[in-house]
């Protein structure tokens, strides 16, 4: 049941702090036709394996993945630019075993710090268990508290 598996995962969550990551076009080189890591995406890698030795492994879990980016500079940054290098550089550092046990991803642009940063939580996914009527009558009204009231009293079917 739902009160056994948060009981099970309480505690588990994983907090890190990692640097600010290359873009994704100096994370990536194409070389005769193949796509390597660059010199920089690599660099990054060992970096973010420093910064996660000693922490506890997600091997088979669903997971949830939370992002606060700090950028280094206020230049215009596309926030899903941000998200290739660290994920791939957790897979390498065997935090996880694959990107693909991602079941939930947020991103969230923070103040800029100098040099940057990525302050990262990652926990595992409780199983959704359907909702009663009253807890689907509670988001529905939760939902509407946030909408802006253009799109109130609109419904995805029209």
Same mark, same amino acid.
């Given at each position: 049941?739902?009160?056994?598996?948060?009981?099970?995962?309480?505690?588990?969550?994983?907090?890190?702090?990692?640097?600010?990551?290359?873009?994704?076009?100096?994370?990536?080189?194409?070389?005769?036709?193949?796509?390597?890591?660059?010199?920089?995406?690599? /660099?990054?890698?060992? #970096?973010?394996? =420093? %910064?996660?030795?000693? +922490?506890?492994?997600?091997?088979? @879990? !669903? &997971?949830?993945?939370?992002?606060?980016?700090?950028?280094?500079?206020?230049?215009?940054?596309?926030?899903?630019?941000?998200?290739? /290098?660290?994920?791939? #550089?957790?897979? =390498? %550092?065997?935090?996880? +075993?694959?990107?693909?046990?991602? @079941? !939930? &991803?947020?991103?969230?642009?923070?103040?800029?710090?100098?040099?940057?940063?990525?302050?990262?939580?990652?926990?595992?996914?409780?199983?959704?268990?359907?909702?009663?009527?009253?807890?689907?009558?509670? +988001?529905?009204?939760?939902?509407?508290?946030?909408?802006?009231?253009?799109?109130?009293?609109?419904?995805?079917?029209?």
């Amino acid at each position: 049941d739902r009160a056994r598996q948060l009981r099970r995962h309480r505690g588990r969550a994983l907090i890190l702090t990692l640097p600010w990551p290359p873009s994704v076009n100096r994370y990536w080189r194409n070389l005769h036709g193949r796509t390597l890591i660059s010199r920089e995406g690599r /660099a990054y890698r060992h #970096a973010v394996a =420093a %910064a996660v030795a000693g +922490a506890h492994r997600f091997d088979a @879990d !669903r &997971l949830a993945v939370v992002i606060h980016a700090h950028p280094p500079d206020r230049r215009r940054r596309d926030l899903d630019n941000v998200l290739k /290098a660290p994920l791939d #550089a957790m897979q =390498a %550092a065997g935090l996880y +075993a694959d990107d693909s046990q991602i @079941d !939930r &991803l947020l991103i969230e642009r923070g103040a800029v710090v100098r040099d940057g940063r990525l302050l990262v939580r990652i926990h595992p996914v409780v199983q959704f268990i359907m909702p009663d009527a009253d807890d689907v009558e509670w +988001a529905r009204r939760q939902f509407e508290r946030v909408m802006h009231p253009d799109f109130r009293g609109c419904s995805p079917t029209g």
